[in-house]
């Protein structure tokens, strides 16, 4: 799953036909001024700055501005370039045409296990969550594609009429063409806006989730997906994760401040395990944390380090089931050299580190860890004999 | 009894290096539950032809790597299954084949970060098919006492606490590998071991569900529970304890569900597997999937710490019941050890491995090399040179002062002689083929024999036997070479003579005699045989072969090492020319006609063939 801004969205719109307003998105204000001495729209239309980046309700926090000229959007633009906002900066803001138009409607595609989903109403915008039992939906089953005329059936359904439902259903039908060629997860523009005098129609505004995983097939996708979480990665987090691109195998951090107990949880499964049971058990955890596929000890290590500089955190869960291959001596061997470094820079002061695992070499790797008692850590150490979770109740009832 | 694998299953895996690791782990659980084994090809097109070693216990097999599915079905016609372990970019296309393929029935995958849509595309072709399409990302399938499919189990003693030599009671279905595998050892220590485990994969669209393996323990009657590891994202679990709730089923099903810590992580965030999202307005998350199955009937503990007890207390039920008949625990003496490599026993002293050749200079075994005990670095700081090195390694000897400046002259004397003689001429001819470095030094190395630059050896040889043999006695000597061996090695040559001296003979002799105290019996001999020599014919001088050969001997090299050293210094000179043609990008060298005689028959008509 990988959500992109707006402007990569709006170019795969122009390259399927899905009419889009007139847009650019600028880094620099200067930059727009030059591009409206360029550009007739820019000068003549009623312009929206928005903030181009990953960050919840931008409108509330000023971040879009409607209704401007050139010199407002200007001016808008920077205002906005270089606003800091929690963990986030606002880099880039995007300029586009504000249509005016007579009628707001709703479009979107999802994928499903089956295929995908086909969504519209003629009441979209804002307010399309209270008109919810308007939307009419089309399935659409793997590797077909609905002809226009039954698309066109359905939006007469939906309420369209006449040559606005054929227009709205061809272009629901370059919709579902951008979806499958493009590998999207969704798509979803609200809304899709018609100016009934010329019979132009236009998406104001899209939410668009690209599988990254297809990636290899679309050259052409010279975008990174944005941060998934509500918000920019932290710094730290942003370190791991390109360290994760680079191994065989994986390592992944995902901070929530304000918790006291830290993850440090090997294999995708078992991890969410542990922050459930810290969780059920009435804790807070400080990260979610996951380790596996046997990546190399150095990633493990520098994941570990990452994880002791964790603020305010009393306890260090090193959890894991028991692995089919990842090799347990070897990562950790990165985990202790890990606590060590940490150590001596002064961090894991007054923390207890939990640990239960099981997998290839175990008795190594469980013997190495336990040795970190004689070196003065608060660390306890258990075998697959310990159930997998437990170790969490040891730590929140010591 | 068990679900997908079992005796008769019989595999290919599609892949490379990470195939072949598997069905080494595979092989090791063939060893341990005595069956044949169970990967019989592979299909890897870069290494087609290639034979991978596999090893059952102590019996080594050759599986072939095959260019194409077709191929090594073909010559493989017992397969059924195969095993997908190649790159997402390939795996779609890979597992389709598969899925078309005469005689396959399951295909699964461990492919990592496989695009939804061939993943949905997959399982379509498979419901299509009639066939099973486990995974992406599935990390494999084990059926206990029968067959392994993957990584599945772990390694070798793990096989062994998980009881999976024998089949249990309990089924296991799990979205992750790593609990799997944490699944089928609660289920050993807790119950009675497991008949078969699944893992279906964490992305969002597996090829398989919950509900298709309930519906297959469902259908086995061995298995009277089954343990489900789901989590957030999807509806595969609530199908599941839709599954349940329809009638009454004959298994019992056990649950645990991760994901409830979601509420309190930022939205949308991605836990490590791709499937395991929540979607709008709660659907698909943790809580509500617990519920669906605890209304089903399902057993679901709080957290997965939990599962210890559900699982005991099913078991207990079950036994009470009379469902399962406790089993007499097998001795696990009684199982076979995975025999140990070489290297493991020698560790612990069990066996005597006869060496295959045997060394006395140098050892590479620790940090940095030690020539006869001495490490390269110490050497390097009290000031040794590269003729303490040549004095280690040939005779294992540190030579003192004056005889390193002596084998330094000796080299710095012999380095190189133009580009005219044998060796050079041979490396240039290559260098100018363009033919690269060592090859081309090595055809100037080609060479060195009895007539050009070999007569060092020999020269020592025969005087140091002179010095023995025939002390003061130089006719008898010159008598005995001339009936046991022919010219003596180390007199004479072509071009220089008495009036015309070799410079570097004279001044080897000059510098060795005059400049250091090195005792020199062997060069002392040589002089007085050249004294007779040159009586006789002018140029049957003491030449530099014969004058090296001397010293050397005297410098107690043995006398087999001496060439060595006109090879090695030769070395320099031959690098030195190759080096040269390729600056000056020297042109291919062919001999002018007038530089040939041809003394070839008259052209003449070819007789017909009788």
């Known amino acids: ?104 409607y709703y479009l979107s595609i999802a994928g499903n296990r089956d295929g995908s989903e086909l969504l519209f109403s003629n009441k979209g915008g804002v307010d399309i969550e209270d008109n919810w039992d308007t ?51 969704s798509i979803e523009i609200n809304p899709l806006v018609i100016r009934k005098s010329d019979m132009r129609f236009a998406a104001l505004d899209a939410v668009m989730n690209v599988d990254w995983d297809a990636r290899f097939r679309h050259p052409d996708w010279d975008f990174k997906p944005v941060s998934e979480i509500g918000r920019s990665y932290t710094e730290a987090e942003q370190q791991i994760m390109d360290i994760d691109a680079r191994i065989k195998g994986s390592v992944k951090l995902v901070e929530v401040p304000g918790g006291n107990i830290a993850l440090l949880t090997a294999g995708g499964g078992a991890s969410v395990f542990y922050s459930d049971a810290v969780v059920a058990r009435g804790g807070s955890i400080a990260n979610y944390a996951e380790y596996s596929g046997d990546p190399p000890d150095w990633a493990v290590e520098a994941l570990t380090e990452t994880i002791c500089r964790l603020p305010n955190i009393k306890h260090i869960i090193v959890g894991g089931a028991i692995a089919n291959f990842t090799d347990v001596k070897a990562t950790f061997s990165g985990i202790i050299n890990g606590f060590r470094e940490s150590k001596s820079k002064g961090y894991l002061e007054n923390v207890k580190i939990w640990v239960r695992r099981g997998g290839p070499n175990e008795n190594q790797g469980l013997a190495a860890m336990k040795l970190l008692q004689e070196e003065g850590f608060d660390i306890h150490v258990y075998d697959r004999s310990m159930p997998m979770t437990d170790i969490v109740d040891l730590a929140l009832n010591a | 009894m068990s679900i997908l694998a079992n005796r008769d299953t019989r595999a290919v895996i599609i892949g490379g290096v990470a195939g072949v690791n598997a069905a080494r782990r595979m092989a090791q659980f063939d060893f341990l539950v005595n069956r044949p084994l169970t990967v019989r090809a592979f299909v890897y097109p870069p290494e087609e032809g290639q034979q991978k070693e596999i090893y059952r216990g102590g019996e080594l097999n050759n599986v072939t790597v095959y260019s194409s599915l077709g191929k090594a079905l073909e010559e493989n016609p017992e397969i059924n299954t195969v095993l997908i372990y190649i790159g997402a970019s390939r795996a779609y296309q890979s597992a389709k084949e598969a899925l078309d393929a005469k005689g396959i029935k399951l295909v699964t995958m461990i492919t990592e970060g496989v695009p939804e849509k061939d993943a949905k595309r997959l399982r379509k072709h498979a419901l299509e098919t009639g066939k099973i399409f486990n995974g992406p990302s599935s990390i494999g399938i084990m059926s206990a006492g029968e067959c392994r499919l993957g990584v599945i189990g772990g390694e070798y003693k793990n096989l062994k606490l998980c009881n999976l030599y024998r089949p249990g009671s309990f089924g296991v279905i799990t979205k992750s590998g790593g609990l799997s595998n944490e699944a089928m050892w609660l289920c050993a220590q807790n119950g009675d071991g497991i008949t078969s485990a699944v893992a279906i994969g964490g992305d969002s669209y597996p090829g398989t569900d919950f509900v298709t393996y309930l519906n297959m323990f ?17 509806t595969l679990e609530e199908e599941a304890a839709e599954w349940l709730s329809q009638e009454i089923r ?3 099903v056990i649950a645990s569900i991760g994901g409830t810590c979601q509420d309190v992580l930022p939205q949308g965030m991605k836990f490590g597997h791709a499937g395991a999202k929540e979607g709008k307005k709660g659907l698909g998350s943790a ?47 009684l199982l076979p050890a995975l025999p140990p490599s070489v290297q493991e026993v020698m560790k612990q002293g069990d066996v005597i491995v006869e060496p295959l050749i045997r060394t006395t200079i140098s050892d590479d075994r620790g940090e940095e090399p030690r020539y006869v005990g001495y490490s390269a670095s110490e050497l390097c700081e009290k000031g040794y040179g590269i003729e303490d090195v040549i004095g280690l390694l040939w005779n294992k000897k ?62 020592g040889k025969y005087f140091k036997y002179g ?11 010159l008598n005995w070479m001339k009936q046991n061996v022919g010219p003596v090695p180390g007199i004479g040559h072509r071009v220089k003579s008495l009036k015309n001296p070799d410079k570097r003979v004279k001044y080897l002799v000059e510098y060795v005699k005059g400049q250091t105290t090195l005792h020199t019996p062997c060069l002392d001999y040589a002089l007085q045989v050249e004294k007779i020599t040159t009586s006789k014919k002018d140029n049957l001088i003491l030449n530099v072969d014969g004058t090296i050969g001397c010293i050397l001997v005297d410098l107690d090299f043995p006398e087999y090492s001496l060439n060595g050293f006109f090879v090695l210094a030769r070395t320099i000179g031959m690098i030195g020319h190759w080096i040269d043609q390729n600056n000056q990008n020297s042109r291919l060298i062919r001999l002018y006609d007038y530089l040939i005689n041809y003394a070839v028959k008259e052209e003449r008509v070819v007789p017909d063939k009788r």
């Not at chain 2, 617990?290 to 099913?314: E, H, M, W, Y």
């Open chain 2, 287 to 333: 809580r509500s999937k617990i519920n669906a199955l605890r209304a089903a009937g399902a057993v679901v503990p709080d957290t997965f710490g939990g599962l210890s007890k559900a699982i005991k207390q099913v078991y207990q039920e079950l036994l009470k019941s009379g469902a399962i008949k406790p089993e007499a625990e097998l001795d696990e003496k």
């Open chain 2, 398 to 459: 540190l030579p003192s002062k004056e005889e390193s400046e002596i084998i330094k002259r000796i080299i710095m004397i012999s380095a190189d002689h133009g580009p005219a003689v044998s060796g050079a001429f041979g490396a240039i001819i290559a260098a100018c083929a363009g033919i690269d470095l060592p090859q081309a030094v090595s055809a100037g190395m080609t060479m060195i024999g009895p007539r050009f630059g070999g007569a060092v050896t020999n020269a």
């Open chain 1, 1 to 104: 799953m990988a959500k992109i801004l707006e402007g990569p969205a709006m170019k795969l719109f122009n390259k399927w036909g899905i009419p889009v307003p007139n847009y650019v998105v600028i880094m620099d204000p200067d930059r727009l001024a030059q591009l409206g001495e360029a550009n007739k729209w820019l000068r003549e239309s009623k312009l929206v700055v928005k903030a181009h980046e990953a960050i919840g309700g931008r409108y509330k926090l000023g971040l879009v501005k409607l209704g401007l000229n050139l010199e407002g959007a200007v001016e808008a633009a920077k205002e906005m370039i270089g606003r800091e906002i929690g963990t986030s900066v606002v880099h880039q803001v995007i300029v586009a045409e504000m249509l005016d138009h007579d009628e707001e």
């Open chain 2, 218 to 234: 469902e259908n086995d009657p061995d298995t009277k529970a089954v343990v489900i590891v789901g989590e957030v994202g999807g």
């Open chain 2, 467 to 477: 010095v023995k043999e025939y002390p003061n006695d130089i006719p008898g000597f």
């Open chain 1, 135 to 185: 939307v009419k939906r089309i399935f659409i089953p793997l590797d077909m594609t609905p002809s226009i005329e039954q698309i066109t059936e359905a939006a007469l359904e939906a309420g369209f009429i006449g040559e606005v439902a054929e227009r709205v259903a061809k272009i629901a039908s370059r919709l579902i063409l951008c979806f499958d060629n493009e590998d999207a997860q």
């Open chain 2, 250 to 252: 004959r298994i019992k």
